[in-house]
C-alpha cells in the first residue's frame, strides 16, 4: 500500500506532469511572468467555469478577501458578520481594516452559519455579512440572501475551501459557491480542491464597477500606469500559477468525483461505529470534500489521532481553537459560552486523509484502524 498522505499532491503532479512542463516552458520562453496571457486565460476560463462573468485573480486567498472588503468603501467600525469556527485569515482581514468582526455560532452537523444568528448579530453598525462554505459545502445562502436583501447588507463568500460546490436555491436555481453574493473569494493554496504550487487567489463579482475597482486595487490602485485613484496593494496571481492552475481547472470536476467517491467510501467503511458522527450533506448544496471531518463526541479525539498517527495516518484537527478564544481577539469582548457549538466542534472534529488520490486499500486501511482504536477502548 502506498504510504497515506493528508493531501497527496506528487501522486496528482504526476498525472499531469507533461501537461504542467510544457505549459512551463511556454511562460519561460515568453518572459511574461506578471500580468502575462496566462493570467488573462485563466480568469477568462474559470469565469466560464463559474458562470459569473468578472474574476479578478490575486495573490492569495486571504488577499481575496481584505481587497473584496476594501473595495466596498467601508468605514472603521462598520461591522462584518461572520463565522468563529473557520481558519483565522476569513475574520483577520475584518480586524486588519479597522472593522468590528461579529462572531455568531454554526450548525453543529454542517459547520456552516445559522442564519438565526447571523439575523439576531446585526445592528445599525452591520455592512457585511460573510459566511464561510466550510469544507466543502455551501452554507444556506438562500436564508442569508434574503436577510442581506432585507437590511440592505453586502454578501462576501469565503469560498476558499468550497469552489465547484453547487447551491440550489427554492426555485431550482443552481449557482456555484462564491458567485451568489456582491462578491466571493477563493484561495489557490496548494493543498485546495483547485490548488497552485505556491500562492494564488481570486475574487469573483458580478458588478462590473467593482470589478474595475477590484482590478485597481490588486495593482497598487493604479487606474492606467502611474494613475493612482485608490490606496491598494501588490497582490497579482503570477503567470506561472495561473498557467498551471488553467490545467488543472480542466481536471477539476474529475478531481471532485474522486473526492466524493472517497467520502462515499468512507460512509459505507464507517457506518457501523458508533462513536463516529460523519459530516451531514446538505439538501441544498453538493459537497466537494475539501476535507472530510469526522466528530468524535467520547472525548477521545485526541487520543485517536494519536492512534491514526501510530499508524502512519495522519488527521488534522479544523480548528481546535474557535476564534472567540483566540488571544489575537480577546479585546472584542467575545465571551467564552456564547458559541456552544463551535466550542463543542473544536473538542470533537477531526479530518481524515482527503484526496483525489485515495485508493481502496487505503480507504480501508483508515478505516479498519479507526475502528480497531475503539475496538481496543471498549476491552
Keep these: 500500500m502506498r504510504k497515506i498522505e493528508m493531501v497527496d499532491l506528487k501522486s496528482q503532479y504526476a498525472a499531469i506532469r507533461d501537461e504542467i512542463q510544457e505549459s512551463l516552458a511556454t511562460i519561460m520562453e515568453s518572459a511574461a511572468f506578471i500580468n502575462g496571457p496566462a493570467v488573462s486565460r485563466f480568469a477568462e476560463n474559470l469565469g466560464a467555469y463559474l458562470d459569473v462573468p468578472e474574476v479578478i485573480p490575486c495573490a492569495n486567498g486571504t488577499d481575496a478577501l481584505q481587497l473584496a472588503l476594501m473595495a466596498l468603501d467601508l468605514k472603521p467600525g462598520d461591522e462584518v458578520i461572520s463565522s468563529t469556527f473557520t481558519f483565522i485569515a476569513t475574520v483577520e482581514v475584518i480586524a486588519l481594516l479597522g472593522l468590528k468582526p461579529v462572531l455568531v455560532d454554526v450548525d453543529p452537523d454542517d459547520f456552516n452559519l445559522l442564519p438565526s444568528q447571523v439575523e439576531a448579530a446585526i445592528t445599525p453598525r452591520t455592512k457585511v455579512i460573510l459566511p464561510v462554505h466550510l469544507f466543502g459545502q455551501c452554507a444556506e445562502m438562500e436564508p442569508l440572501m434574503s436577510i442581506a436583501k432585507r437590511y440592505g447588507l453586502y454578501v462576501i463568500e469565503d469560498a476558499c475551501q468550497s469552489i465547484g460546490a453547487d447551491y440550489t436555491f427554492s426555485d431550482q436555481r443552481r449557482m ?204
Design 176 to 379: 456555484k459557491a462564491g458567485t451568489m453574493g456582491d462578491l466571493g473569494c477563493v484561495s489557490f493554496f496548494p493543498s485546495k480542491n483547485l490548488g497552485a504550487y505556491g500562492d494564488g487567489g481570486a475574487i469573483f463579482t458580478r458588478s462590473a464597477e467593482l470589478a474595475a475597482k477590484l482590478r485597481s486595487l490588486v495593482n497598487h490602485g493604479m487606474t492606467k500606469r502611474y494613475h493612482h485613484d485608490y490606496i491598494g496593494v501588490n497582490s497579482r496571481l503570477d503567470s506561472l500559477q495561473a498557467a498551471i492552475l488553467d490545467i488543472k481547472l480542466k481536471h477539476l470536476d474529475a478531481y471532485t468525483e474522486r473526492r466524493r467517491a472517497a467520502a462515499s467510501r468512507y460512509r459505507t467503511l464507517l457506518a457501523d461505529i458508533q462513536e463516529v458522527r460523519l459530516p451531514a450533506e446538505t439538501l441544498s448544496s453538493t459537497h466537494v470534500y475539501h476535507q472530510f471531518t469526522i466528530r468524535v463526541p467520547s472525548g477521545q479525539r485526541n487520543d485517536l489521532q494519536a492512534w491514526l498517527a501510530s499508524h502512519d495516518i495522519p488527521a488534522m484537527i479544523y480548528y481546535p481553537i474557535p476564534l472567540h478564544h483566540q488571544k489575537a481577539f480577546l479585546d472584542y469582548g467575545f465571551d467564552g459560552g456564547v458559541f456552544p457549538n463551535a466550542e463543542r466542534l473544536s473538542d470533537e472534529v477531526l479530518s481524515l486523509p482527503m484526496h483525489s488520490e485515495l485508493d481502496d486499500d487505503q480507504l480501508v486501511y483508515i478505516s479498519d484502524s479507526i475502528r480497531a482504536f475503539f475496538a481496543v477502548g471498549k476491552k
